[in-house]
Every structure is written in C-alpha cells, then in structure tokens.
C-alpha cells in the first residue's frame, strides 16, 4: 500500500532488527503506548510471530511504514480486528520520524483500508497527556468519544494496573 510519501507493508522476520532498534526498544517512544517496551529480540520475534498470525487469521494485521523515498524504517501502524465490522488501530513512529506528518499519512492510509474491508466501527485509545497523537486522530476524522476511566494499560509508565484513556471513534456508513 502506498500514500503519497509512504510504503506500508507486512512485516516478515528479517524485519525484526529493524523494528527493535527503531522503535519498539526505545523507551520515550513507547512511554504512551499500550504494548511493553522491547528488551530484547526475542521480544520483537514474538511480535513477528503474533503479526503473521493476524494476517493469516483477518483481511489485514499489523504494517511497517516506510519512506518511498528510502532510508530507515519509520515505524508501524495496522488493523487490529475484532469483527469483521470492528477493529482497532494505532501507530507508532521513530523519534526521528515524529512532527513530520507520518502518522498523519499513515493513519489516514489504515481509516481508508478499513473503509474498503467494510468495517464499520473503528477505535483507537490514546493516553490523555498525548495531546499530538490526539491531533492525529481528529485530523484523520476521529470523534473523542470518551475518558474511559482506569480502562487501559500503559506498561511503560511503571506502576502498571489500568489507567484512563481517550477513546476515539471512527464510523462509516
């Protein structure tokens, strides 16, 4: 799949350095995220393993972004279905790939692919104190839909346990 700047593919394994070292072992960038930070590239294979199993069991799963024009890997973004007609998505880009427009870029590409496998309802959760991510959403037309109170796990923040999140909503006709 390709956007105006991006390449978004499927990950395979030999992508697993890639993903560890870019993105998924960095601790600020997954501080707001509700998946652990990598320790190790085991960890990473494990996400591999869980990506290959989603694309075997849905229409889409789990994408690497990519610039058309080459260089490193940016980050990842993708369909996580729950239904046939509800899924979640999300992001997450290298440091050096944030305040360029990606994600925009890149979730726009997941809202239009979800639109085309005929999902109804997509949702994404976003820490409340990640206002940028926020902005993101809303521009890819995203309604905040609610705080949900002691809803969600964010692992990286330390004490662990559910913590409140904004959950947005996006519906198609």
């Known amino acids: 799949m390709e956007t105006a700047r991006l390449a978004l593919r499927k990950p395979v394994l030999t992508d697993a350095e890639a ?18 930070r990598h320790q190790s590239i085991d960890d990473t294979r494990a996400f591999l393993a869980f990506s290959e199993a989603e694309w075997r069991r849905w229409p889409a799963g789990p994408y690497l972004i990519e610039s058309r024009a080459g260089g490193p890997l940016l980050g990842s973004t993708g369909l996580a279905f729950e239904t046939p007609t509800l ?32 999902v109804r309802r ?12 926020a902005r993101v959403l809303e521009k890819c037309g995203f309604l905040n839909d609610s705080l949900a109170q002691r809803y969600s796990d964010f692992p990286n923040l330390g004490a662990g346990g559910a913590a409140s999140c904004v959950h947005f909503i996006r519906t198609f006709e």
């Open 19 to 36: 993903i560890f070292s870019r993105y998924a072992s960095d601790p600020e960038v997954a501080r707001l995220l509700g998946w652990r």
């Open 87 to 118: 899924a979640a998505t999300g992001y997450v880009l290298a440091r050096d790939a944030w305040g360029r427009g990606y994600a925009t870029e890149a979730l726009g590409a997941m809202v239009a692919l979800a639109g085309d496998l005929g």
């Open 122 to 133: 997509l949702y994404a959760l976003c820490h409340p104190v990640n206002s940028a991510s």
